[in-house]
């Protein structure tokens, strides 16, 4: 069983700036893994924002956030980041972590590929 906790949403004004935090247990990211991070808006589906290949180094982003967002990982404290930049209201939506043994540069950006999930974490930007 791998446990994802997110942390760091909260409101914002468009163009300002939040970083998302995904602490991973047991599971060690200096083995390979992938981790994404989606998000969610009312009335959406949930949709792929980026992914990291843990112990790899491969990242991937939506074209929706590309330029604006960064993820990256932390293997001593086992936890992977995702730094969003220049916020815009349509950011706004809930964001969680995911988790899966089986990494593929096609199938990050899919729901269905991935084991485990967080709790989410709410990212509320304003205009």
């Known amino acids: 069983q791998v446990q994802l906790v997110e942390s760091g949403g909260g409101s914002v004004q468009a163009g300002g700036s939040l970083r998302l935090s995904c602490a991973v247990s047991?599971?060690?990211?200096?083995?390979?893994?992938?981790m994404g991070w989606f998000r969610q808006a009312p009335g959406k589906e949930r949709e792929g924002v980026a992914a990291?290949?843990?112990?790899?180094?491969?990242?991937y982003y939506d074209d929706s956030v590309k330029g604006r967002f960064t993820i990256s990982q932390d293997s001593v404290k086992n936890t992977v980041y995702l730094q969003m930049n220049s916020l815009k209201p349509e950011d706004t939506a809930m964001y969680y972590c995911?988790?899966?043994?089986?990494?593929?540069?096609?199938?990050?950006?899919?729901?269905?590929?991935?084991?485990?999930w967080g709790q989410g974490t709410q990212v509320t930007v304003s205009s």
């Open positions: 995911a988790w899966t043994s089986e990494v593929g540069r096609d199938s990050w950006r899919f729901r269905s590929s991935y084991q485990y």
């Open positions: 047991p599971f060690s990211l200096s083995s390979l893994s992938m």
């Open positions: 990291i290949f843990t112990g790899g180094g491969s990242i």
